[in-house]
């Protein structure tokens, strides 16, 4: 239900911007920097020089995605910072961005890592996916007490 001071609006588009942003910085971190996993590195292995390239592309249209994903959530922002001064929380905004973050490593955690089988956490094994989806949990939560406090 949509609340008059447009609050509804504010959390929204700032859960799709975190959403977005949090796919953005899992590739960057996990998949680019640290190198742990790509995209589909369970699927594709990334022994060979063809596996890598594989991989690091459909990691980049994935990325590509999550920064159209992060775009529509910024202009749901936008327009929800507009409507109304009331729905101007810095705070609320950053909680929201925070349960975004938090859906999609959630989301990333359960149908990527256990349903999809796709990747894990790290290359080879599975050691590390329940710790993951315990700590996107904790950021889910984070953020939820953030937006409700």
């Known amino acids: 239900m949509s ?3 447009g609050g509804s609006g ?14 953005l910085l ?7 920097i640290l190198q742990w996993h790509h995209l589909l ?5 990334t022994t060979t020089l063809d596996g890598l390239r594989a991989n690091v592309y459909y990691d980049g249209l994935f990325s590509l995605a999550m920064v ?3 775009l529509v959530g910024a202009g749901l922002l936008w327009r929800a910072l507009n409507r109304s001064a009331e729905s101007r929380s810095a705070v609320r905004a950053f909680g929201g961005v925070l ?3 938090g859906v999609f490593n959630v989301f990333d955690g359960i149908v990527d890592h256990y349903v999809l089988n796709i990747h894990d956490v790290v290359h080879g094994t599975q050691a590390f996916n329940p710790h993951w989806v315990g700590a996107s949990l904790l950021l889910l939560g984070a953020g939820i007490l953030v937006v409700t406090r």
């Open 3 to 5: 609340r008059p001071d």
């Open 41 to 45: 590195s369970d699927r594709i292995r």
């Open 99 to 101: 349960v975004g973050a």
């Open 26 to 32: 899992d590739v960057v971190v996990f998949h680019l």
């Open 10 to 23: 504010l959390l929204l588009g700032a859960g799709t911007f975190g959403f977005g942003l949090g796919a």
């Open 68 to 70: 159209g994903v992060m």
